[in-house]
């Protein structure tokens, strides 16, 4: 099964990757306007670096939501009565008090505390 920070690691190097783009294609600009005199090169340049920050910021900024979405909790519920039982420590249904299984609860309450 994928983890969840895994595919958030994944999401941040994308945007890693995007950012050192974006960072080459600001420096040719920078480059091109202090030596050169092309000025649509500094344009091509400049909105480059801009095409390739923008959405490699959005992946360090919407990382943690894009990740949750796409890999999502696995619902667990009482078998007795449908309580959501996500967020439980004990293994006991808060609900109608039902004795819970290990492996019903466990799995879910080991995921919610790695989350940050
Ligand atoms: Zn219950």
């Known amino acids: 099964m ?5 595919v958030r690691r994944r ?8 950012l ?12 091109e306007a202090l030596l050169g005199d092309d ?17 490699g910021m959005l992946l360090f900024l919407i ?3 894009l990740s949750r979405r796409m890999v999502p909790m696995p619902e667990v519920q009482c078998p007795r009565c449908n309580y ?6 004990e293994p006991v249904c808060p609900e109608c008090g039902l004795v819970l299984p290990d492996g019903l609860v466990t799995p879910s309450a080991k995921a919610s505390t790695n989350q940050p």
Do not use: C, E, S
């Open 2 to 6: 994928k983890k969840r920070h895994h």
């Open 11 to 18: 999401l941040r190097f994308g945007g890693l990757v995007l």
């Open 20 to 31: 050192v783009i974006a960072a080459v294609n600001f420096l040719w600009g920078a480059g």
């Open 39 to 55: 000025v649509d090169g500094v344009w091509i340049a400049a909105t480059a670096a801009a095409a390739f920050a923008v959405p």
């Open 63 to 65: 990382d943690a939501p």
């Open 84 to 89: 959501d039982l996500a967020m439980l420590k």
